[in-house]
């Protein structure tokens, strides 16, 4: 089972922590008080409870306390979010991990998510469980990502120095039906794709040794058209206007804030700037 009930009482933090779960492909349902997460939680039964324990109507030791009396869902584990100065409390009362909201950030919620899922006794691969269960907002739906239709294969090389995004973006991809290279570094990413000439490449603008406006720049400027034609989507933090244009004058087909696009998202954009190549061939 690879759902999560999400309780958070901040609706714009629980968008933020659905979005790193949606990004893994988890299906999530949200709840904004204690009250209303021990009705779906009763109802659904998921794979794992993340909770708020500063959630209106149940403090996070009421709700531990409720979960862990009921023999219908006192098997779940709960990953509680909180900033005690005594987190041992929580593990005595049968959470399977603290986080706190410092530790809000993709690479240590996920590992703590797959912490929890080996202690309730299923199992996790990151970006291979729940794939076609979108995030689910406090009283609404979302639409999951498209996937790429049936034909040969399209070549895309991620040049991320962040391994574990780079890696959650070669999975999802490859899920979409795309074969996927990677690289850490701009010297390794612009090699790549001069040598193997991918059909696109998602490329990050700050990397060890030279950046990706240098790594476009180069591409660009090569006087091989199978090289120099290859479309690159820009994805960065940076989202600053200057870096933008600059971005776009070197001949990037578009600039991405990472923080503004899920991974189904990018893989839309990518397959819609193929699609507009193909049509332009």
């Known amino acids: 089972m690879s759902n999560i009930l999400l309780i958070e009482q901040d609706p714009e933090n629980a968008q ?38 500063q959630a209106p109507g149940k403090n996070g030791k009421a709700f531990l306390e409720e979960v862990r009396a009921n023999f219908e869902i006192g098997f779940v584990p709960v990953l509680v979010i909180s900033d005690t100065a005594n987190p041992q409390e929580y593990m005595d009362l049968g959470a399977c991990d603290i986080m706190s909201r410092s530790q809000i950030n993709p690479e240590t919620m996920l590992a703590k998510v797959q912490k929890c899922f080996a202690i309730g006794g299923g199992s996790l691969n990151v970006g291979q469980a729940g794939d076609t269960a979108p995030l689910a907002a406090p009283g609404g739906s979302a639409t999951g990502g498209k996937t790429k239709s049936a034909g040969p294969k399209k070549r895309v090389l991620i040049i991320e ?13 490859s899920k979409a039906g795309y074969e996927v290279m990677a690289a850490l570094d701009g010297e390794t990413g612009l090699q790549t794709a001069i040598n193997q000439k991918p059909d696109i490449i998602l490329l990050d603008i700050l990397l060890p040794g030279i950046d990706g406006f240098q790594v476009l720049s180069q591409l660009k400027s090569n006087p091989d058209p199978q090289i120099n034609g290859i479309p690159v989507l820009l994805l960065s933090n940076y989202g600053q206007e200057e870096n933008i244009q600059k971005g776009m004058s070197l001949g990037a087909v578009d600039y991405l804030v990472k923080a503004n696009f899920t991974t189904n998202e990018i893989v839309t954009k990518l397959q819609a700037v193929l699609d507009g190549k193909k049509s332009a061939e």
Do not use: H, N, R, Y
């Not at 997460?37 to 909770?51: N, R, T």
């Not at 120095?161 to 991809?173: A, N």
């Open 16 to 53: 933020a922590m659905g979005k790193i779960l949606q990004d893994a492909s988890f299906a999530v349902e949200i709840a904004t008080t204690g009250e209303d997460g021990m009705a779906k939680l009763i109802a659904s039964k998921p794979g794992l409870v993340i909770l708020d324990d």
């Open 161 to 173: 120095d962040d391994q574990f995004l780079s890696e959650l973006s070669q999975t999802k991809l």
